[in-house]
């Protein structure tokens, strides 16, 4: 049983050390949804991904200094501080997901200045933008450019 433990416990942190490895090099990720990892929140989260093995090893180092006894397993340490490491990570990237979702912004209605001349009320004739204005005639073409005769590297007539 200790076995599967420690090899499945192998496998997360490998997958942990993958992951922090990707957050440290991959600087700001961008989703396709729109939401972002910040640079900063990517590297705190990668370094404590990428530093939970050597975390598990001293730790289990010390533990075994300390506790004499060889039937305590070092998944006492070892799985507990796995789940701190996932969790601190998981928490950091998931408030800086939940900062950079597109927040609904509001504007307030104009309110009026004071001491200043109010503007002079609509007038009935419409207002013509620049791409309302009918486009202009069709381009003029090029005249098509002629073959210079005797210059051309590839005719081998």
Known sequence: MEF???????????AMLTAGVS??????????????????????????????LPLA?????????????????SAVVTWPLALVCIGLSG???WRDLKASQTRRSYALPVAAVPFVESAP????????????????GPPIGKPE????????PFDFS
């Not at 989703?31 to 939970?52: D, M, Q």
């Not at 009320?121 to 202009?136: G, N, R, Y």
Request: hydrophobic share 45%; charged share 20%; glycine share 10%.
């Open 4 to 14: 599967a433990f420690g090899f499945a416990l192998f496998v997360v942190g490998f």
């Open 145 to 152: 450019r002629t073959k210079p005769r005797g210059k051309d």
């Open 121 to 136: 009320a609509a007038t009935s004739e419409p207002i013509v933008l620049e791409f309302d204005v009918p486009p202009p």
């Open 57 to 73: 090893g001293t730790a289990v180092f010390i533990l075994r200094k300390i506790v004499t006894d060889p039937s305590l397993p």
């Open 23 to 52: 957050l440290l090099i991959g600087g700001e990720i961008a989703f396709k949804s729109g939401k972002r990892i910040t640079k900063p929140v990517g590297r705190r989260a990668g370094i404590v991904l990428v530093s939970f």
């Open 91 to 93: 928490t950091w990237v």
